[in-house]
């Protein structure tokens, strides 16, 4: 019986790292071999390219992103408590793997135009909770796409900043004034 291999959970920590300070075109497959300690080739044994290398960690990161805010969402009753929901479930994702998240949250605009998967993504989910709120009259009716985008921004900016290190501690550790400022947005009118 073959032992798993050590070596992929490497080759993605030491791309995620190359990756987030240098970006996806800086980084070489040569570096990230030489970062995780495992051979060229080993890359090419997991990943096709180092773009799919890229591609995979990010809708990793993504699809998980958004099963957890759908999830936390269908579980809370009324909008606040699903507001709250999902800022802990974006909380939750930032603090597992907090590279990882930065890296996802850094190559937001170079992926989602070929990200395809029929609005199963946070932004989308967001916007369909929304959507029913609004129309269950629990905030008053806008446009869901723009509450939505100010909704998360709440949340996106406090990470940026904090990958910034302009703010200290965990996402959970700011989940409560996060959640405020989206219930804020989701009222304002």
């Not at 959970?9 to 990230?32: C, H, N, S, Y």
């Not at 806008?142 to 998360?152: E, G, H, L, S």
């Amino acid at each position: 019986m073959s032992r798993p291999s050590t070596a992929k959970p490497r080759i993605d920590a030491a791309a995620i790292t190359l990756f987030t300070q240098v970006g996806v075109d800086g980084a070489t497959t040569k570096e990230i071999a030489a970062l995780a300690g495992v051979s060229e080739g080993a890359i090419y044994r997991h990943y096709k390219s180092k773009d799919e290398l890229a591609i995979t960690l990010f809708m990793g990161v993504h699809r998980r992103l958004s099963t957890l805010v759908a999830e936390a969402a269908a579980s809370a009753r009324g909008i606040d408590a699903k507001a709250a929901a999902i800022v802990s479930a974006y909380c939750q994702v930032a603090d597992e793997n907090w590279p990882l998240f930065v890296f996802h949250m850094l190559s937001l605009h170079r992926f989602l135009p070929f990200y395809q998967e029929d609005g199963q993504d946070p932004v989308s989910v967001v916007e369909n909770i929304l959507k029913r709120a609004m129309m269950d009259c629990e905030v008053e009716p806008a446009d869901p796409r723009v509450v939505a985008a100010m909704a998360i921004g709440a949340i996106v900016q406090t990470a940026q900043n904090r990958a910034y290190n302009r703010i200290d501690g965990s996402m959970t550790a700011h989940a409560p004034l996060m959640t405020a400022a989206v219930k804020a947005i989701l009222h304002a009118r």
